[in-house]
C-alpha cells in the first residue's frame, strides 16, 4: 500500500531574532522587519512524514499557503526528502486568521485529494494558536489526534499514535484519513547534499516570472526546462482550490478576529481563582470574562 | 542559531574569493557531466552556489548540533568490552546527521554516489566539524580512505566499496602504524602471504589505529618476503571479521570521541589494492598527502574554537575594574592568535587549491585517453605535484603548531579557570595537542618540505604574488618588508645548498626548519598582504601577521647565518650532564 501524507507547512517569521520593529501601529506584524523562517514544529510535522515514508512505503506532499516567498521552505522541504511541493498564493487569501486559513487548507487538501493522513505543527510560532490544524480536520470531517509525538503504526486502514498529554501521554488509534498536529519531539533531519544540489533550482512559475522582470513570454521556456526535470513548484491561485461561491470565507472577509489592541504584558504573580470543573463552575468563569470583555 | 560558516567572516571571505575555476572545469569535463546528473552544476558559478548552499547546512549541522554535544562525548568517549567497541550514542548521532546530510563521500566521483566536490570544500567542511568536537573530524575525516581506494584500486573495487562510503553505511581505518613502526614506515612488518588460488592473508600487529574497529581496512603490509624497506611494502584492503581482533582501545589524552586500536590480523583474508610494491611509496604517501591536509584543517577547527572561547572570555572577565582584554599583554596575545589564525588559514586554502590542480591533471594523466594528455597536462601535472609537495606539509607544519600555541594562550587568558574540567580551554588544548604529532609529526612535515625549499619549487608563486601587490601606500610598505625578507631568504638557502661536504649532513638536518619557517613567513606574508587588497578591511591582521613575522624571521635567519654548529659537536656534553 502507498500511503500517502500531505504536511501543512508556513513561513513564519523568526520571532526569536526580532530586528527593529516587529508590531506594526494596527497590531499586525512587520514582516519586513523579520526574517522569514521554516515554522519550527511544521519541521518537526516534515519530520515526522519522511520518518514514515522510510518505514512505510509513503510519498510526501509539502502544502503552504502565503506569500510567493514561502516557496523557500517548501524547496527547503524537497531538500530534506519531501517528494512534492504545492503552493497557494493568492492576494485574496491576504489577512486570513485561523478560520479563513483552515478553511482554505481543507479546500487545498481537497484539491491535491488521495491523501490518507494529513500532518501539521501544533501551531505557528507567530501566532502560537494550535488551531488551524484542528479546524481543518472540522471541515474536512476527519479524526484528529493533536499533540503527537511518535507514530507507532501506520496500516492500510488506521495509525496509531503517542501524544503528549499534561503529566504523561496516551496512545490513540484512529482509521485513514486522519490529520494529526505534531509538537517538538523529534529531531527534523537535515537538508541532504544530493536533494540539495537539484532543488535548489526548484522555483514556482511566479518566480521564475519574476526573475525574468515580469516576462511571461520570456519565462515559459525556462518554466518547461524546469517542469521537465521535475523542479517546478506546483502553484496555485484561490481560483484553482476554492469553488467561487466560497471566495466570502477566504482572507480578510472570512476572518471575524479582529485586533482590538496589543500591549506589553508583564506577568506578575497575583491571585488566583479556583474554578470547580463543573457545569456551574465553567459557566460562573464564562460569564465572568464576558463582563471584563475578555470574550466576546 | 549558530552556524559555523555564516559567523566565520575569515572562512567566508575565503569561500568568497576561491579560485577553483580550472579545478571545477577539469573536475566537471567542462561542465558536460549536468547532461548525466541532475545534482551537476552547468557553470562555475552553479558549482560554488551548490557548494554554498551545502556548506551552509554542515556549518548549521556543526553550530547547531555537534558542538552542543562536545562536552559530552569528551567526558564518556567509546566504551570498549570483549573486543567490541561502541561509539557514544552523541557520536552516533553526528554521524547519522552527517550522514543524512550526504556528506559522507563528498570528494568521491557521483557514478558512486559521491558528490565530486573539489578537496578545498571537503576541507570547509573538515574545519567546521573540528571546531564543533575535534575528535568527529578523526571519523568524518576518513573518507580519505574512500579518496585512497578511488584513486589506485581497481574498478571492481571502486564500485564495491565506494557506495558503502558515501551512503554511511560503512566507515574505515588506514592502518600503517605498528609496535615498532611510527615515523618509519618503511620498517613496517605485518605480513602479506599468498595461497596457492592467489588469495591474500593479513597476518601480524598494528597498534594506533584511528577508528581500527572499522568495516572496511586499507593496511599496510609486507607483501615481499625476505624484503626489509619500503619497496617491499603493499597495500590492501579487508573488511572487518572475527579474524581482526580489536586487543584494546587507548586511553589518550584527548580527541576521546573516537577509539584507537590495537589490532591484531589472525590471517584476515584481504584483497591488494594497486600494484605490488608501491605500498608505501605510492598509496600511502599519496593517502598521507590527503591525511595531512584533513589535519591541517583540524587543527585549524580547533584553534579558531580556542580563539573564540579566549575572546569571549577575556572580554567578560574584569580585573582591576575593566575587562582584561584592554590590558596591553592580554589584547597582544588575542592579536597574534587572531592572526595566526587568518594566516593559517590563508595557507591551507592555498594548499588546498594546488592539491585540487595536482588531483585532477593527476586523474588526467591516469585515466584520460591519450589525446587528453597534451604536453601541457603533462607540465601541469608535474607542476602542481610539486607545488603540493612543498605546500601540504608545510601547511600542516604552520597550521598544528600555530593551533597548539593558540590553544596554549587560550589557557592563559583563561587564568586558573582555563585550568579546570568546567571549561572548553582545555579540552582544546588536550585535543589539539595530537595534531602536531600524528600523520607526520612537525619534524617529519620539514623533512618533506625542505627537498622543495631548496629547489625553490614555490619561486614562480611567489614572483607572481608580488607582481600582484602595489609598492606604494600602507600594503606597499608590507610588501617592502617582505621583499627584504625574501631576499634574505634566498641567500640563506644558497648558503646551505652551497655546503655540499657529506660533513655538512647535520647541519642540513638541524637547519632544514629554520628555511621551512621562513619560507612560510615569505609566502603566507604575501597571502596575507593579497587579501588585504581584495578587502581592506584585512589589512591589519596583514599588518599584524607581516610584522610579526619579520621578527620571527630575523631570529630563524640568524641562526642559519651566524648560528653555529656548537649543538653538532657538543650535545652529548650538554645532554648528558
Known sequence: MNHKIIVFVKQVPDTKNVTGQAMKPDGTINRAALPAIFNPEDLNALEL??????????????????????????????????????????????????????????????????????????????GDTA???????????????????????????????????????????????????????NEPRPQNAHRILKFRKAKTPSEVVAACGGDAAAAAPEIEKLRSRGLLIRELGAKDAVPEDEFGRLGLAGSPTKVKQIMSVVLTAGEFKKIEPTADGVSALVHELIEDHTLG | MSNFLNDNPDLLFTLNNLKLQEVVQLKEKNYSES?????APENYEDAVDGYRRVLDVIGEIAGERIAPRSRQVDEDGPHFENGKVTY????????????????????????????????????????????????LQNLFGLQDIAETISSFGSEEQRKKYLPRFCTGEADGAMDLTEP???????????????????????????????????????????????????RGLSMFICERTPDLVVRRIEHKLGIHGVATAELQYNHVPAELCGQRRYGLTRYVMSLMNGARVAISAQALGIAEAAFREARK???????????????????????????????????????TTAVDLRNCYDEIMTRGTKEEITQEVREKARYYKEVAAVLTPMSKALSTETANKICYDCIQIHGGTGYMHDFDAERYYRDVRITNIYEGTTQLQVVAAIGGV???????????????????????????ILSGMYAKHLEAVHFLVEKKDVTDQPLHELRARNLVENETFVFVGLLMLRSALQDPVREPLAEQYVRDASFDFERNWNIVMNGGTSVIEKHRQVIDY
Request: with cysteine; net charge negative.
Open chain 1, 49 to 126: 512524514a519522511l520518518e514514515l515514508k522510510d518505514r512505510y512505503q509513503a510519498t510526501v506532499t509539502v502544502a503552504a499557503m502565503g506569500l510567493p516567498a514561502a516557496a523557500a521552505i517548501l524547496r527547503d522541504s524537497l531538500c530534506r526528502g519531501a517528494d512534492e511541493a504545492v503552493l497557494l498564493t493568492d492576494r485574496a487569501l491576504g489577512g486570513s486568521d485561523t478560520l479563513a486559513t483552515s478553511f482554505a487548507l481543507s479546500r487545498l487538501a481537497k484539491t491535491i485529494g488521495g491523501y490518507d493522513l494529513i500532518l501539521c505543527g501544533r501551531q505557528a510560532i507567530d
Open chain 1, 131 to 185: 488551531q488551524v490544524g484542528p479546524q481543518i480536520a472540522e471541515k474536512l470531517n476527519l479524526p484528529q489526534i493533536s499533540y503527537v509525538q511518535e507514530v507507532q503504526d501506520y496500516t492500510e486502514k488506521s495509525i496509531r499514535a503517542k501524544r503528549a498529554i499534561e503529566g504523561g501521554y496516551e496512545i490513540l488509534e484512529a482509521p485513514l484519513p486522519v490529520l494529526m498536529t505534531v509538537v517538538d519531539a
Open chain 2, 35 to 39: 547532461a548525466k546528473f541532475d545534482t
Open chain 2, 88 to 135: 557514544h550514542p552523541l557520536t552516533v548521532q553526528n554521524l547519522e546527521d552527517l550522514s543524512k546530510a550526504g556528506v559522507m563521500g563528498v570528494i568521491l566521483p557521483r557514478e558512486y554516489g559521491g558528490l565530486n566536490f573539489p578537496s578545498t570544500i571537503y576541507t570547509m567542511m573538515t574545519e567546521m566539524v573540528s571546531r564543533a568536537d575535534a575528535s
Open chain 2, 180 to 230: 615498532d613502526s611510527g615515523s618509519d614506515l618503511q620498517s613496517v612488518r605485518l605480513k602479506a602471504t599468498q595461497d596457492e588460488n592467489g588469495q591474500w592473508y593479513l597476518d601480524g600487529m598494528k597498534r594506533f589505529i584511528t577508528n581500527g574497529c572499522a568495516k572496511i581496512h586499507l593496511v599496510l603490509a609486507r607483501s615481499e618476503a625476505g624484503t626489509t624497506d619500503g
Open chain 2, 313 to 351: 572570555y577575556a572580554s567578560e572577565r574584569e580585573q582591576f575594574k575593566q575587562s582584561i582584554d584592554r590590558f596591553p599583554a592580554i589584547y597582544d596575545m588575542l592579536a597574534r592568535m587572531k592572526a595566526g589564525l587568518a594566516a593559517s588559514r590563508a595557507l591551507l586554502y592555498e594548499t
Open chain 2, 454 to 480: 631548496k629547489k625553490r619549487v614555490l619561486d614562480k608563486e611567489i614572483q607572481s604574488l608580488f607582481a600582484a601587490i602595489p609598492e606604494t601606500g600602507s600594503i606597499g610598505e608590507l610588501r617592502k
